[in-house]
């Protein structure tokens, strides 16, 4: 069946400009993760959802970054004014519940000039 | 807090030459452990889970073990195509799910 899909999956914007990153879960899969990874760093958890609710926002690192997930199915991260320090690749994975093993999606490579 | 090490940070390998990658980790309670296979421009590829010491689990050349301290993915006779970065992370007992990524092994293997 069909994996995890993100779009796009190349980004370029200028500095202060709003950005929405599309992801596309497994079909079924209940929860879904946004993380960010940086050059030469490891997985930074941002948010993720079960079903459609967010019980953790915890990792998001500023109120610019927000996400929400509609139906149970795609979910959004939005990145509003962006910074350059926002550049990164931007990864999303579901799983069939929150217990579940992790599939992760291509990623968005985001870079802001 | 929950930590997780992986060392080497890089490895170069000749085609055939047999090692194995480490993940030190540190949390309260494991529920699980976790390799992911990540090639270059690509999202990582889930491989295993392991849930308690002594348990191993086998994919092709790749054999990961899990002790209460560390766990061990190794590679025997690798090929070029083994080429990638291997994470590891872990999740705990209780709590929030989200597992806790280590920074990753780059592995490369010469043919």
């Known amino acids: 069946g069909a994996g995890v899909s993100q779009s796009p999956s190349n980004k370029v914007t200028e500095k202060g400009k709003d950005v929405e990153l599309r992801c596309d879960p497994i079909?079924?899969?209940?929860?879904l993760y946004w993380y960010r990874q940086s050059l030469g760093q490891g997985l930074e958890f941002l948010i993720y959802f079960q079903g459609n609710s967010a019980p953790d926002k915890s990792g998001l690192p500023s109120d610019r970054f927000s996400a929400e997930r509609t139906g149970g199915s795609v979910s959004t991260l939005t990145i509003q004014r962006t910074q350059q320090e926002d550049s990164a690749v931007y990864l999303c994975?579901?799983?069939?519940?929150?217990?579940?093993?992790?599939?992760f999606g291509p990623g968005t490579r985001l870079l802001v000039l | 807090e929950d930590q997780v090490t992986q060392s080497p940070e890089a490895l170069r390998l000749q085609e055939g030459e047999s090692s194995s990658l480490n993940c030190s980790y540190t949390?309260?309670?494991?529920?699980?452990l976790f390799w992911y296979r990540q090639d270059p421009g690509k999202g990582p590829e889930f491989l295993f889970t392991?849930?308690?010491a002594g348990e191993e689990k086998e994919k092709e050349r790749l054999k990961a073990t899990l002790t209460k301290k560390e766990s061990f993915l190794h590679i025997t006779a690798p090929k070029p195509e083994d080429s990638a970065t291997y994470l590891c992370?872990?999740?705990?007992?209780?709590?929030?799910?989200?597992?806790?990524f280590g920074r990753g092994t780059s592995l490369i293997v010469h043919p």
């Open positions: 392991l849930y308690s």
């Open positions: 949390v309260s309670g494991l529920r699980g």
């Open positions: 079909s079924g899969h209940t929860a």
């Open positions: 994975a579901s799983s069939l519940g929150i217990e579940g093993t992790q599939y």
């Open positions: 992370a872990v999740s705990r007992t209780g709590g929030s799910y989200i597992p806790t």
